[in-house]
T-cell receptor
């Protein structure tokens, strides 16, 4: 159990377009999901905490109007990168908190390349 | 100061070697500690949690030293398949990831 999926696994888009990434907990309900970003050879950096039914909590330096998060159900959170630019190219990973296991389970990640 | 610091490596070891990684953390209030493994271009996967008394899982041993604020991971009898980046994670109130230590196990 405790499987998290992400879609798409990779995406290439033109500068200025918006990209939506989905994160789903497949076999458990997650009131809290997390969105991370990882640049090459760097650590995962938490972008925001997604809370089901309420607004996301963004980390310092992360623009909430650029990275829109919607956690409309207990199994789905979406991250939309609006007006993407080449510097947004990165590996975006979500995780879902499973209270029974007291740990986070990670999705397989989405590799975004903005041309 | 970073929340979590790790030696990036790489650690290049032969098969069968024993290798140890350390990780230091800055928040003394941290309560949960983990080691994750990340393969190239993949998501992190939990390797093991780190308990106060230390814990062992097969060839892997994790230790916590609260006084000095560091955790360690020991890998015995290294296998080629152990080659990966090992991420230290500390959770005072949310997950903080270290930048990872890269391990290359050579034949």
């Amino acid at each position: 159990g405790a499987v998290v999926s992400q879609h798409p696994s990779w995406v290439i888009c033109k500068s200025g377009t918006s990209v939506k990434i989905e994160c789903r907990s497949l076999d458990f309900q997650a009131t809290t999901m997390f969105w991370y970003r990882q640049f090459p050879k760097q650590s995962l950096m938490l972008m925001a905490t997604s809370n089901e039914g309420s607004k996301a909590t963004y980390e310092q330096g992360v623009e909430k109007d650029k990275f829109l998060i919607n956690h409309a159900s207990l199994t789905l959170s979406t991250l939309t990168v609006t007006s993407a630019h080449p510097e947004d190219s990165s590996f975006y990973i979500c995780s879902a908190e499973h209270h029974s296991y007291n740990e986070q389970f990670f999705g397989p990640g989405t590799r975004l390349t903005v041309l | 100061r970073k929340e979590v610091e790790q030696d990036p490596g790489p650690f290049n070891v032969p098969e069968g070697a024993t290798v140890a990684f350390n990780c230091t953390y800055s928040n003394s209030a941290s309560q949960s500690f983990f080691w994750y493994r990340q393969d190239c271009r993949k998501e992190p996967k939990l390797l093991m949690s780190v308990y106060s008394s230390g814990n062992e899982d097969g060839r892997f041993t994790a230790q916590l030293n609260r006084a000095s604020q560091y955790i360690s991971l020991l890998i015995r009898d290294s296998k080629l398949s152990d080659s990966a980046t090992y991420l230290c994670v500390v959770n005072p109130n949310k997950f903080y990831f270290g930048s990872g230590t890269k391990l290359n196990v050579k034949p």
